[in-house]
Nanobody, 120 residues
């Protein structure tokens, strides 16, 4: 059974930091791109950061560059998102995503999400 379980969300003041974790099981973690997405109320889900299986390819949303860092530990089947200098506009539900590209179709999984609220 595939599981992606996010943790580490919460309430933080502007300028603060949070570290999100996503523990994966039930699939070959090291073969998947791992990403963090977020969805704010009334907005579409958007990509925050993505990392290729061995970490050689990174993508960040412009809003995340210089403040957020994605990392992964393939031995622990876990992906992280370190978020610094948080702003109120970072408030959203953050989702972990696993994606494997196939010849004819892709395989992807989602976590249940963790709420991040940035407010004073």
């Amino acid at each position: 059974q595939v599981q992606l379980v996010e943790s580490g969300g919460g309430l933080v003041q502007p300028g603060g930091s949070l570290r999100l974790s996503c523990a994966a099981s039930g699939f070959t973690f090291g073969a998947y791109d791992m990403s963090w997405y977020r969805q704010a109320p009334g907005k579409e889900r958007e990509l925050v950061a993505r990392m290729s299986p061995l970490g050689g390819r990174l993508n960040y949303a412009d809003s995340a560059k210089g403040r957020f860092t994605i990392s992964r530990d393939n031995d622990k089947n876990t992906v992280y998102l370190q978020m610094n200098s948080l702003k109120p506009e970072d408030t959203a539900v953050y989702y972990c995503n696993a994606l494997r590209y196939g010849l004819r179709s892709n395989t992807g999984y989602w976590g249940q999400g963790t709420q991040v609220t940035v407010s004073s």
